[in-house]
């Protein structure tokens, strides 16, 4: 089965209000996470990614956390803007090469 | 302008038929992927190839046949053995191993091909 163990709820916010999408994975090897956004009908796009070695990075008005000790990854998405509206899928990689395992997504609303 | 291309964007097939969809990049990337994509679901690895003329199989090859003649070029074939090939297939590509430590893993992904068996 998959590792990362993220299902598709739908999470609905008010615009402006900030966003917390979490994912929990089961390979405590893992050492490197991605975030992906998927708009409908495209494919997915970087948003941010994180090493194992540390516990937060922040990118323009994201921030991912990682805790190493639940095997937890959150993303974190200030100001939500209609914009953001989409699926939010998180990957890890746990072994030599640039394999990517991923989540089963969580789909984001934004209402205005 | 540099990127990783899919065509077509749409493509329908009747039952029994073979398709190639297509899949290109600029990147000068080692490794590429083919994934599926159900509606409401994950991604699912068909194949990937770390290196030019060697590709290997990924959790749900069967049905499925690539080439990697190219650098540039990864084909994906959905054969009539692929009993449900209704789906949104997606390519990437990445970076691969620097000799002596990690490469980039990030994926850049295409923009998709949206298949459709009639």
């Keep these: ?65 990682l805790n190493k000790t639940v095997k937890h990854l959150s993303l974190q998405i200030a100001a939500t803007q209609p914009g953001d509206s989409a699926v939010y899928f998180c990957a890890e990689n746990y072994n030599a090469g640039n394999m990517l395992t991923f989540g089963g997504g969580t789909r984001l609303m934004v209402k205005p | 302008d540099g990127g990783i291309t899919q065509s077509p964007k749409y493509l329908f097939r009747k039952e029994g038929q073979n398709v190639t969809l297509s899949c290109e ?12 994509q159900d509606p409401g679901q994950g991604l699912r690895l068909i194949y990937y190839s770390q ?39 997606l390519c990437a590509s990445s970076l691969t191993i620097l000799a002596g430590g990690r490469g980039q893993n990030e994926q850049f992904f295409g923009p998709g091909t949206r298949l459709t068996v009639l």
């Design chain 2, 25 to 36: 990049q600029n990147l000068n990337h080692d490794a590429m992927y083919w994934y599926r």
């Design chain 2, 51 to 89: 290196i030019v003329n060697d590709f290997q199989k990924g959790d749900i090859a069967e049905g499925y046949s690539v080439s990697r003649e190219k650098k540039e070029s990864f084909p994906l074939t959905v054969t009539s053995a692929q009993k449900n090939p209704t789906a949104f297939y």
């Design chain 1, 1 to 65: 089965g998959e590792s990362v163990g993220l299902h598709l709820p739908t999470l609905s916010v008010q615009e402006g209000d900030n966003s917390i999408i979490n994912c929990a994975y089961s390979n405590s090897a893992s050492d490197y996470f991605i975030w992906y956004k998927q708009e409908s009908g495209k494919g997915p796009q970087f948003i941010i990614d994180i090493r194992s070695n540390m516990d937060k990075r922040q990118g323009q008005r994201v921030t991912v956390l």
